[in-house]
């Protein structure tokens, strides 16, 4: 069992910058990938982006790439979503999630865990 426990989202202006956090329970974190996808009021959940286990490979939706940075810091149980440049589109809940299967989190938004969600708000 895994829990995930989102935090860092917040209200702010265009053009700054917010900093996702995601605390994973259990010995076992380092065994999945991990992501991190969104939900804007009356949209479907999205992927915006996901590392591997090990950290050496990261994925990125086209419209967050060059301003969005994922990481994951395997001895803290923690992965992180840095988000830069932000834009009144990118407002939306964010969710952490972990996954034995890299390919089902990243193409077919399936996770084994999600987190609660943290509401990130962008205004103009």
């Known amino acids: 069992q895994v829990q995930l426990v989102e935090s860092g989202g917040g209200l702010v202006q265009a053009g700054g910058s917010l900093r996702l956090s995601c605390a994973a329970s259990?010995?076992?974190?380092?065994?999945?990938?991990m992501g991190w996808f969104r939900q804007a009021l009356g949209k479907e959940r999205e992927f915006v982006a996901t590392i591997t286990r090990s950290g050496g490979s990261t994925y990125y939706k086209d419209s967050v790439k060059g301003r969005c940075t994922i990481s994951r810091d395997n001895a803290k149980n923690t992965v992180y979503l840095q988000m830069n440049s932000l834009k009144p589109e990118d407002t939306a809940i964010y969710y952490c999630a972990a996954a034995l299967n890299p390919y089902r989190l990243r193409v077919g938004v399936q996770a084994d865990y999600w987190g609660q969600g943290t509401q990130v708000t962008v205004s103009s």
């Open positions: 259990g010995r076992t974190f380092s065994s999945y990938a």
